[in-house]
Every structure is written in structure tokens, then in C-alpha cells.
């Protein structure tokens, strides 16, 4: 069974820097055709896809965030690890990491998981 | 890279059928998007895929028979069938663009199905 928890702090303070974990079971981080993204969705809104780390090390990241983004994996801890510097109250949201799956055509998300909400405030 | 565009709610009664709809933006006619059924308080789970020759690949896991797509134009449509209480969810389309480390997915602003 695969799945995917995220962990990490729940409140963070305006300017700070946070660090979410995404823990994979089920899977290898090394597998072919696969990756993790992070996707957050702030309170009563709509997704927004932040960043991916596929398995060639490939990288990508959102346009509008890409200065305050890192996303990195450790394959042997079976972890994903997205920093986002410089939060601000608007970062407030549940941040939910996906595994990505590849058909060699398309890619799509699946599973999820339960997303952990974080709140940005002083 | 495409906007996906999704009406903010609908709703159909319980046994009856509905069809969401989200139309990318102008040019994109050939993109395919992804359907994600989001429950309150969880997080989404994937429905399938749709393009304009409808289905691309597979139902994402435990999907009823009675979730459907279609792709048309710039519009693609996930329709639901004899509608359960338990379909009752925000429903988000995505799309895929670009490649490697400019890879990117977009996501359409959801669509909330009341079930009355």
C-alpha cells in the first residue's frame, strides 16, 4: 500500500523558514517513473501546485514562488523535503506532498496525502 | 501555460446526474486534464483523465463505474451518475505543461457538488 505523510511544524512566524517533510511508503523515491510534488491549498481555496522531485533528480518549481523554494530528496530515508523561505500570513494553508506517476505519456498525482496544515502568524 | 477555468458549485439531487464541467484557456485544445474528487477534510484523491477522445488511462482506485469523462473543444467534462450522499465534494481539474525543470501543473479553481 502506498502512502505519503506530511510533517512539520504547525505555526510559523512571519519572515521564518519552513521545512515540511514528506515521509513515502509503498514505493522507492529511486523508482523509475515516479516522483513526489507538494501542493498547497490555503484555507476555503483551491489547490496550487508548488514544486516536484521526480526520480532522474529532475526538478521543477511555480513560477510566482520559485525564489523561496527548495524541494530535495533523501532516497535512503524514503523523504521529501520542501523549504519555503520568508513566510508570510498569506502562506497559511494545508500542504498536501503527491506521489508522481508516469505512464512515459503524462504524469498525474496519486495517491495524496492527508496534507498538514500550517499557520503563519506572530 | 493553460488556466483551467471550473463554475465554483453545482448540485443535483440524490439518484440523479451531473456533469462539471472546466474549459481551458484558448489555444490549449488539445491538453488533457486530470480529475481530483476532494472530500470535505481530506485530501484528493485522483478520478481519471480525460482528453478529447475521452479516458486517457485509467479510474484511479475504488472510482465507481458510475464516474464518466468526456473532452470537447476546449471543455472537458466529468460526469456522475445516480448521484450518492458520498459524492458530495469539491472537484478539481489539473493540467500538466511544459517539461523537465520547467515542468509545471496548473489547477482549475474547483467546483463544489452539493448533493440535495
Known amino acids: 500500500q502506498v502512502t505519503l505523510k506530511e510533517s512539520g511544524p504547525v505555526l510559523v512566524k512571519p519572515t521564518e523558514t519552513l521545512t515540511l517533510t514528506c515521509t513515502v511508503s509503498?514505493?522507492?523515491?529511486?523508482?523509475?517513473?515516479?516522483?513526489v510534488s507538494w501542493i498547497r491549498q490555503p484555507p476555503g481555496k483551491a489547490l496550487e501546485w508548488l514544486a516536484h522531485s521526480f526520480s532522474n533528480d529532475e526538478k521543477s518549481y511555480t513560477t510566482s514562488l520559485k525564489s523561496r523554494l527548495t524541494i530535495s530528496k533523501d532516497t535512503s530515508k524514503s523523504q521529501v523535503v520542501l523549504t519555503m523561505t520568508n513566510m508570510d500570513p498569506v502562506d497559511t494553508a494545508t500542504y498536501y506532498c503527491a506521489r508522481i506517476r508516469d505512464s512515459g505519456d503524462y504524469r498525474w498525482f496519486d495517491p495524496w496525502g492527508l496534507g498538514t496544515l500550517v499557520t503563519v502568524s506572530s | 501555460q493553460p488556466v483551467l477555468t471550473q463554475p465554483p458549485s453545482a448540485s443535483a439531487s440524490l439518484g440523479a446526474s451531473v456533469t462539471l464541467t472546466c474549459t481551458l484557456s484558448s489555444g490549449y485544445s488539445s491538453y488533457r486534464v486530470d480529475w481530483y474528487q476532494q472530500r470535505p477534510g481530506k485530501g484528493p484523491r485522483f478520478v481519471m483523465r480525460v482528453g478529447t477522445s475521452g479516458i486517457v488511462g485509467s479510474k484511479g482506485d475504488g472510482i465507481p463505474d458510475r464516474f464518466s469523462v468526456l473532452g470537447s473543444g476546449l471543455n472537458r467534462y466529468l460526469t456522475i451518475k445516480n448521484i450518492q450522499e458520498e459524492d458530495e465534494s469539491d472537484y478539481y481539474c489539473g493540467a500538466d505543461h511544459g517539461s523537465g525543470s520547467n515542468f509545471v501543473w496548473v489547477f482549475g479553481g474547483g467546483t463544489k457538488l452539493t448533493v440535495l
Open positions: 509503498g514505493f522507492s523515491l529511486s523508482n523509475a517513473r515516479m516522483g
